[in-house]
């Protein structure tokens, strides 16, 4: 049985509605525009959109793109603004000031801290990740692989909870370790500041995916005394569909650090035209290209909700919905063949909850046609996000109460909800 899990099992929905009055968070979800009857458990997807933002970006396209025209970049700080919003994020994620700045694409973003951290330690021919890693990142390292393999590819070796371990991998020839903090798929949570300490220890770089980790889970990289980090701005944190990563870079390695791509805004007097690459001081030699203004006047209006955010008060509920959910599966529709595949042990576990069950597919698509919408994630995982700012407790009781409904019904079982979209 649970023993973390605080939540009296004789819970109804008017406790979970009394849970919800007494919510100090309450507030926050009247700031998002969210759909009436829905439940939405996918921001560890795709975060909800607050209700500020269409204005913000209208404002931009308006007033500082069709009245500033090319002033902006000096008259509306465009050409900061990357730097500036990093500034913002950097409290959430335990980061000082000039330490993160924002990317491209997640993807991009590892690929660019990756090849700077390798490059932290020449002569190590080794990288180390998790077969459970979200594939791109171990995309991307094949290609970190490939670059700085001088007559061959770089070494990579997997870790994984079946073995083998970080334990058994890691050796003197290790220059950089690449591990997602809160997995993707199950919502486990590794210890952050041992994992980097373990890693230090050999020598080695840290570099963390914070993608399921930031806006959901108190993060201290400072404090860990980590090296290297990115994530993506478009699940907890709001920032909309496409909206740019973030690199943070210890203050410590920024002199040394050597980024993958050299572009003209990552150089030191971009605006002197000069022949060859320079690189910027600091965290700007992380920049690239001309960056997605439209998509950033989309974050900026969701961090404005997160100045006002206590990121303590956030995991606190975090926890309470993730516990409250675990309890209502384990006692209603765990006789049903649902299995809780998320760690048990507040510690180990993120903001999300996954659910091992048969033919989950199906059920995910019966459940978002009722409203509930969580995702799903091959070969047998429903996932659901349970994103503090806009989930209330009777969210969380609906949506078990919709999934015990379309189980018993076998409601599932209708042949439109077998049929695969292109994205899960
Ligand atoms: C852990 C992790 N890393 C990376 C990504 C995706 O990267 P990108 O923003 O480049 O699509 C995801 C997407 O969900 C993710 O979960």
């Known amino acids: 049985m649970n023993t973390e899990t605080s939540v009296n099992l004789t819970v109804d929905r008017a406790t979970c509605v009394a849970l919800d009055v007494a919510d100090p968070l309450a507030g926050f979800r009247d700031r998002f525009a969210l759909p009436d009857g829905v439940v939405y458990l996918d921001g560890n997807s795709l975060g909800a959109l607050p209700k500020?933002?269409?204005?913000?970006?209208?404002?931009?396209?308006?007033?500082?793109?069709?009245?500033?025209?090319?002033?902006?970049?000096?008259?509306?700080?465009?050409?900061?603004?990357?730097?500036?919003?990093?500034?913002?994020?950097?409290?959430?994620?335990?980061?000082?000031?000039?330490?993160?700045?924002?990317?491209?694409?997640?993807?991009?973003?590892?690929?660019?801290?990756?090849?700077?951290?390798?490059?932290?330690?020449?002569?190590?021919?080794?990288?180390?990740?998790?077969?459970?890693?979200?594939?791109?990142?171990?995309?991307?390292?094949?290609?970190?692989?490939?670059?700085?393999?001088?007559?061959?590819?770089?070494?990579?070796?997997?870790?994984?909870?079946?073995?083998?371990?970080?334990?058994?991998?890691?050796?003197?020839?290790?220059?950089?370790?690449?591990?997602?903090?809160?997995?993707?798929?199950?919502?486990?949570?590794?210890?952050?500041?041992?994992?980097?300490?373990?890693?230090?220890?050999?020598?080695?770089?840290?570099?963390?995916?914070?993608?399921?980790?930031?806006?959901?889970?108190?993060?201290?990289?400072?404090?860990?005394?980590?090296?290297?980090?990115?994530?993506?701005?478009?699940?907890?944190?709001?920032?909309?569909?496409?909206?740019?990563?973030f690199i943070w870079v210890a203050g410590r390695h920024q002199a040394a650090a050597r980024p993958a791509l050299t572009g003209w805004h990552g150089h030191a007097r971009p605006f002197d035209f000069e022949l060859g690459y320079a690189p910027a001081d600091g965290i700007t030699r992380f920049r690239v290209g001309t960056p997605q203004l439209l998509s950033m006047s989309a974050l900026e209006a969701s961090l404005d909700i997160w100045d006002e955010v206590d990121i303590e008060l956030v995991r606190e509920k975090s926890l309470r919905l993730t516990e409250l959910f675990i309890s209502l599966v384990d006692t209603r529709l765990a006789p049903r063949g649902v299995e809780v595949a998320t760690p048990r042990q507040s510690a180990r576990r993120g903001s999300q909850v996954s659910l091992r069950v048969e033919n989950g597919y199906a059920i995910m698509q019966a459940l978002i046609e009722r409203g509930v919408i969580g995702d799903f994630r091959a070969p047998d995982l429903m996932r659901f996000g349970f994103t503090p700012l806009y989930v209330s407790h009777t969210d969380v009781w609906d949506a078990v109460a919709a999934l015990e409904e379309i189980l018993a019904t076998e409601a599932w079982r209708e042949p439109r909800f077998a049929r695969r979209g292109a994205v899960t």
């Open 52 to 245: 500020t933002t269409a204005a913000q970006v209208e404002r931009v396209i308006t007033e500082e793109w069709g009245t500033g025209l090319i002033r902006s970049w000096n008259d509306a700080g465009w050409f900061a603004k990357p730097a500036v919003l990093g500034d913002r994020i950097a409290p959430i994620i335990g980061a000082a000031p000039g330490e993160v700045v924002l990317g491209d694409s997640t993807s991009a973003s590892l690929f660019q801290a990756a090849v700077a951290a390798v490059r932290l330690r020449p002569g190590r021919r080794v990288l180390i990740s998790e077969r459970g890693n979200f594939p791109t990142d171990l995309y991307m390292l094949e290609a970190v692989q490939e670059l700085l393999g001088d007559d061959e590819p770089l070494e990579r070796r997997l870790i994984d909870d079946d073995g083998p371990t970080l334990d058994d991998e890691l050796d003197d020839d290790v220059a950089v370790v690449v591990l997602t903090h809160v997995d993707y798929r199950t919502g486990r949570m590794r210890d952050l500041a041992e994992v980097t300490r373990q890693v230090q220890a050999a020598g080695a770089v840290m570099l963390w995916d914070l993608c399921h980790s930031v806006g959901a889970v108190p993060v201290d990289l400072n404090g860990a005394g980590a090296d290297f980090a990115i994530g993506c701005t478009y699940k907890y944190l709001n920032g909309g569909p496409g909206s740019p990563s």
